[in-house]
């Protein structure tokens, strides 16, 4: 039974500071890698808004809605422009961002 209890606390142990370093880590904020990939998104999606979306309307201006609610519209763009998931992401993270 303390075999039991023992394996038990070391797990805990293991997964509490798993939690914590992750937890450490993105209060940090990004890493370079992440923050080069982000502008490579965000300059991609750029350039392919205009493209896709004025093919049946207007393109709208970022700010016109809530980064939540691009992502609601982006899923159902996606499927009435049947968009490639990688344009997707794109287009999406220059809505988010673009504000």
Known sequence: MKSLVARVAIISV??????????AASLM???PEQ??????L???GQALW???CNHCHNARNPAEFAPYQWAQIMMHMRTMENLPPED????LEYLKTAR
């Open 14 to 23: 293991v997964l509490l500071s798993a939690v914590v370093s992750a937890h």
């Open 29 to 31: 904020g990004p890493t």
């Open 35 to 40: 923050q080069q990939r982000h502008l490579e």
């Open 42 to 44: 965000f300059h991609e």
């Open 50 to 52: 205009p493209i896709y």
């Open 88 to 91: 997707e992401a794109a287009i």
